[in-house]
């Protein structure tokens, strides 16, 4: 397999870990939304920004140790940093992105807040995956990837 092509399944692989992270953050945003917006009967902005901080820190926790698990060893002692930057992009990106389109689905188009939170989850989710590759669990400065990522 040449660089090129190693790169590109690299991509690929990290790609479906990244999607496989987010269906199961997708589910727990679902159960959170339902439990504070039903349940407790929060206003429906306030449970879809506390129910995605849930599946912001769920999220965080399976990439840490699956999605970019072979960039963790270069990371060594930055846990907390990357945690904080996660929680700054792609919780600013996924809250954000979140309360604009349920807001506007909601209000405009009348849709259930289920419906709309997952509309907004799938609307946020390639800035996310770009987000996090590049500057949260980005790889350390001249260091190669490694080839065995199929392998976690």
């Not at 690929?12 to 349940?39: D, E, H, P, W």
């Not at 820190?57 to 999605?67: G, I, K, R």
């Not at 996660?86 to 604009?100: H, K, P, Q």
């Not at 350390?140 to 199929?150: H, I, M, R, W, Y």
Request: with cysteine.
């Amino acid at each position: 397999m040449t660089l090129p092509q190693k790169r590109r399944f690299l991509f690929l692989t990290r790609r479906l870990k990244f999607n496989a992270v987010g269906a199961m953050g997708i589910c727990m945003q679902m159960l959170a939304v339902y439990l504070f917006g039903s349940v407790f009967d929060m206003d429906s902005l306030w449970a879809t920004a506390f129910a995605v901080e849930a599946a912001v820190l769920h999220n965080f926790f399976w990439h840490e140790h699956f999605t970019w698990s072979d960039r963790r060893a270069a990371a060594r002692g930055r846990f907390r940093r990357r945690l904080l930057a996660f929680n700054l992009t792609t919780g600013a990106v996924s809250i954000g992105g979140n309360l604009i389109c349920v807001s506007l689905l909601m209000h405009q188009l009348r849709a259930h807040l289920l419906a709309a939170n997952l509309f907004a989850v799938a609307a946020c989710s390639l800035i996310n995956f770009i987000v996090n590759d590049k500057l949260v669990f980005r790889r350390a400065p001249k260091s190669p990837e490694p080839s065995g990522l199929a392998s976690h």
